[in-house]
């Protein structure tokens, strides 16, 4: 099939299959899944310069119906989302900042590549032994509820920051908590957005779970809620910059939002902990592919 705007013949079966498997990602993780769909597009011939703008399309229309779904399942926390969205964007601004601040030294691709490894890595490795360790409690001691931590303390202290504003997220089961702590996850996540390029869904996952203690279930779903506003607002700049084959988008949402349904109901059939041990892989797979690229470009040698 031919794609004029790209300039490009690529089998749409193919286009649809990356949609698809990134689709059931999106659902069940509430990750965007550029990490994985850029490559993927990258080796189907998709020239670069469309592979983002293209992927953040597709990526909107999947998350806008993984998040139906969660929305209706009730595993998304609005007003969570829409406090965070404030922090997301202000970090996205400072990563920008910090990306020009590099450049000036001429160390972006080697450093901030490498700080990605890193950051991947440590999620990788904490959140597998973390879900682990979970698990084994609910054996040992015959936990009933649906979602368990393997540790317990830090998100109760964040939960316990006495600093006004305070707000209310019923949906996640929190009476009452500090703005600030809300504020800087968006804040976080918008940093590394901004300083990466990434849609930041397998930080933002992690840190509403471990850092203000959201259900892993919400946790998914609210960061779906995010992804629509922050991958919605990427895909206009880069439509606007002549970057997005609407048509290789529209083609890729056939099997996302497929697969995008799929992951998201599949959450109902599994615990907290197993959802966040399964999640774990991700991250390790991510730090390969971006190790393989350094050492490829020859940004590190051994």
């Known amino acids: 099939m031919e794609f004029p705007v790209a300039g490009v013949t690529i089998n749409p079966f193919l286009l649809a299959a990356v949609g698809f498997f990134v689709g059931v990602l999106g659902g069940f993780f509430g990750v965007g899944g550029g990490f994985i769909a850029g490559p993927m597009m990258i080796l189907l011939g998709v020239p670069t310069n469309f592979v983002v703008g293209t992927d953040l399309a597709h990526m909107t229309g999947k998350s806008i119906v993984a998040a139906r779904r969660h929305r209706a399942l009730g595993h998304i926390d609005i007003k969570l989302g829409v406090v965070m969205v404030a922090g997301t964007v202000v970090g996205v601004e400072i990563g920008a900042r910090v990306i020009e601040a590099l450049k000036d030294v001429g160390a972006v691709d080697v450093v901030i590549k490498?700080?990605?490894?890193?950051?991947?890595?440590?999620?990788?490795?904490?959140?597998?032994?973390?879900?682990?360790?979970?698990?084994?409690?609910?054996?040992?001691?015959?936990?009933p509820v649906k979602d368990a931590l393997g540790f317990k303390g830090f998100h109760r202290q964040m939960q316990g920051i006495r600093l006004p504003p305070y707000v209310s997220l019923p949906a996640?089961?929190?009476?009452?908590?500090?703005?600030?702590?809300?504020l800087g996850v968006g804040l976080i996540t918008g940093l590394l957005a901004g300083t990466l390029g990434v849609g930041g869904g397998f930080i933002r996952m992690p840190l509403l779970v471990y850092v203000l203690g959201i259900p892993t279930h919400v946790a998914i779903g609210t960061d779906l809620f995010e992804i629509v506003i922050s991958a919605g607002f990427g895909t206009i700049t880069h439509a606007l910059k002549g970057n997005v084959d609407i048509l290789m988008a529209l083609v890729m949402q056939t099997g996302a939002a497929l697969g995008a349904q799929i992951g998201a109901v599949s959450t109902r059939f599994f615990v907290g902990p197993r959802i966040r041990f399964v999640f774990s892989f991700l991250p390790f797979l991510g730090a390969i592919m971006m190790i393989v690229e350094l050492v490829s470009k020859g940004g590190v040698r051994f």
């Not at 990788?124 to 879900?131: H, I, K, L, N, Q």
């Not at 996640?172 to 809300?182: H, M, T």
């Open 114 to 143: 490498s700080v990605y490894v890193v950051i991947l890595l440590l999620i990788g490795v904490f959140t597998a032994w973390e879900s682990l360790r979970a698990l084994r409690m609910r054996r040992t001691e015959h936990l």
């Open 172 to 182: 996640s089961g929190i009476q009452s908590i500090s703005i600030w702590p809300v």
